[in-house]
């Protein structure tokens, strides 16, 4: 069965950096566009970041351009997160996500993933 696992959350201070790994099996991840997300308490899930199969397309939120940097290892079925500059707004869950539909383009619509894994916790200190 398809799983996904977040590992790299912390409590970090503001200005600091983390790297976040999403481990994923059960399926070939070579096919499948893959995203970032996050959850602060109380709001919605937002999108982070979404990279395509090969990582030759990528997209940021405008929230996080500039500081986050998404990519993703196929030899490895892992994808990353490097995150930069954190802000104490940057605190949330991080999820990883697996596209619905195989051999489509990266993208930022939540509504496009299927699976997900159960997050890992991000904490900024300021």
């Known amino acids: 069965q398809v799983q996904l696992v977040e590992s790299g959350g912390g409590l970090v201070q503001a200005g600091g950096s983390l790297s976040l790994s999403c481990a994923a099996s059960g399926y070939t991840f070579s096919w499948y566009a893959m995203g970032w997300f996050r959850q602060a308490p109380g709001k919605e899930r937002e999108s982070v970041a979404s990279?395509?199969?090969?990582?030759?397309?990528?997209y940021y939120a405008d929230s996080v351009k500039g500081r986050f940097t998404i990519s993703r290892d196929n030899a490895k079925n892992t994808m990353y997160l490097q995150i930069d500059s954190l802000k104490a707004e940057d605190t949330a869950v991080y999820f990883c996500?697996?596209?619905?539909?195989?051999?489509?383009?990266?993208?930022?619509?939540?509504?496009?993933?299927?699976?997900w894994g159960q997050g890992t916790q991000v904490t900024v200190s300021s």
């Open positions: 990279i395509s199969r090969s990582g030759d397309s990528i």
């Open positions: 996500a697996t596209r619905r539909v195989p051999f489509t383009t990266a993208t930022l619509n939540r509504a496009e993933y299927e699976y």
